[in-house]
């Protein structure tokens, strides 16, 4: 199954650290696995992929463990623009599941 | 520098006809992708272009064809629309090979079909 599973929706206070848990059990030794936002209306952004390591770029941290079946998005400090649906793909040329909805809190 | 652009953004149709989407990736890319998106769902994925072939194709029946062009922009066509047809239609374009895992996916903001 190439799917990964996430909570249907999250709440997180501006400026709090937001973190989006995946699993991805399932995964093989080659997959990477890749995290997309979507804003209403508008096509997915790239936010963070990796392999094995923990990946750190200007948008978000990416935590995977040890034994790859699961990860966690890190948003530091959440603002109200970072309200989306967050999506984590294990093989993003297959479906995305309907994601995390993130809603930012004031 | 343009990033993936998509057109038209919306379209009415109606059951039975056929229609085109078009796409320009990214400057640099050569490999195209197409999702759908229903409301409410996340993007499904329906074929991937590269080197003007279809590589890889998921779930989708024959009506959905697509082609890429030698400048790498590629076209989707959809034949005898049905009303669950309905979606956002949404272009990825990515740079490399094609089975490369190591290639995030630059979208469009899609093209908004709607079939009555």
């Known amino acids: 199954d190439a799917k990964t599973t996430q909570p249907p929706s999250m709440d997180c206070a501006e400026g709090r650290a937001a973190n989006l848990p995946c699993n991805h059990s399932?995964?093989?030794?080659?997959?990477?696995v890749y995290w997309y936002r979507q804003i209403h209306s508008q096509g997915p952004q790239y936010i963070i992929h990796g392999l094995k390591n923990n990946e750190t770029n200007e948008m978000a941290s990416l935590i995977i463990t040890e034994d790859r079946k699961s990860s966690t998005l890190i948003l530091p400090h959440a603002t109200l623009r970072d309200t989306a649906v967050y999506f984590c793909i294990r093989n993003e040329k297959l479906t995305f599941g309907t994601g995390t909805r993130l809603t930012i809190i004031p | 520098d343009a990033g993936v652009t998509q057109s038209p953004t919306h379209l009415i149709k109606t059951r039975g006809q056929q229609v085109t989407l078009r796409c320009s990736p990214k400057?640099?890319?050569?490999?195209v992708s197409w999702y759908q998106q229903a409301l409410g769902q996340g993007p499904q994925f329906i074929f991937q272009?590269?080197?003007?072939?279809?590589?890889q194709r998921g779930n989708f029946p024959d009506r959905f064809s697509g082609h890429q062009f030698p400048n790498y922009s590629s076209e989707l066509n959809v034949n005898a629309l049905l009303l669950g047809d309905s979606a956002l239609y949404l272009c990825?374009?990515?740079?490399?090979?094609?089975?490369?895992?190591?290639?995030?996916?630059?979208f469009g903001n899609g093209t908004r079909l709607t079939v009555t």
């Open positions: 272009y590269y080197e003007e072939e279809e590589r």
């Open positions: 399932t995964i093989s030794g080659n997959e990477y």
């Open positions: 400057s640099g890319h050569d490999t």
């Open positions: 990825a374009s990515s740079p490399g090979r094609v089975d490369s895992y190591n290639s995030p996916l630059h």
